[in-house]
């Protein structure tokens, strides 16, 4: 079946897979943690590196990774006595990419003035 401009028609998401993505979204409505995410999509840092970088404090941080972590979008590993962390799951980082990029691409604060009027 064929939709508005010729695209497949794909049937509603379940009341189940609709509450994790709003769970999933509501995580990442945290600036420092969507910051974050961005940071490892880019690599593997540890803590200090990703206070240094987002700009928040150090048990700040940890506090977001460990949410990250219980999520599952963010994994640690030991190398010594440094945690390094990575993100594990390249489709929230797939999607993180695309929002920012296109965000990014309409003018920094354009649509994000608009959603804050709007009370999201």
């Known amino acids: ?15 189940e897979v609709l509450a994790d993505a709003a769970a999933l979204f509501g995580l990442l409505a945290s600036p420092p943690r969507l910051h974050i ?35 599952g979008l963010v994994r640690a590993r030991r190398e010594g006595r440094r945690v390094v962390y990575f993100v594990d799951d390249p489709d929230t980082v797939a999607m993180v990419r695309t929002l920012v990029v296109h965000l990014a691409a309409h003018g920094e604060g354009v649509a994000p003035a608009r959603l804050r009027e709007l009370g999201a």
Do not use: N, T, Y
């Open 1 to 15: 079946m064929r939709g508005i401009e010729g695209k497949a028609v794909v049937a509603d998401p379940s009341a």
């Open 37 to 71: 995410v961005w940071a490892l999509a880019q690599g593997e840092s540890d803590v200090s590196g990703l206070a240094e970088r987002v700009g928040g404090a150090l048990p700040a941080i940890s506090q977001h990774l460990s949410k990250l972590k219980l999520a």
